[in-house]
């Protein structure tokens, strides 16, 4: 039976909230794409500097021109600057509400 190395976690910090360093401004409540999801700037956060993006809680964002559903799992399209249905490398969360193709914005729980 092969024996397993016991691993010993740091306690870093809640991870509601992590510190973004900009690679160009950041204003404040804006989406800001990470690697595999989206965040929303806290504060305003000038190129260079490092600020508050927050990982958590349900915003209103501009949405495509899509019917959307209470569950459904959002995509944040960078190039449109808007949430999307269409499955996309960058996950902007859930829908919190019901959105008809007509409207501009969804609330979205992130992450």
């Keep these: 039976m092969a024996t397993t190395k016991p ?8 991870g509601d909230n992590i510190d973004y360093t900009a690679a160009d401004d950041i204003a404040y ?5 990470l690697t595999a999801r989206i965040g929303i700037a806290l504060e305003a ?3 260079g500097e490092t600020g508050t993006v927050t ?8 949405a495509a021109s899509v019917a959307m ?9 960078a ?3 808007n949430v999307t249905a269409t499955q ?17 914005t969804v609330a979205v729980r992130i992450g």
């Design 7 to 14: 691993a010993v976690a740091e306690y870093v910090q809640r």
């Design 29 to 33: 409540m804006q989406v800001v794409p």
């Design 45 to 47: 956060i000038p190129k």
């Design 55 to 62: 990982l958590t809680g349900a915003f209103r964002l501009p």
């Design 69 to 77: 559903t209470v569950g459904e799992k959002l995509y944040w399209d």
């Design 79 to 81: 190039t449109a600057g």
């Design 88 to 104: 996309g490398d960058i996950v902007a969360g859930y829908a919190t509400e019901a959105k008809a193709e007509a409207g501009t």
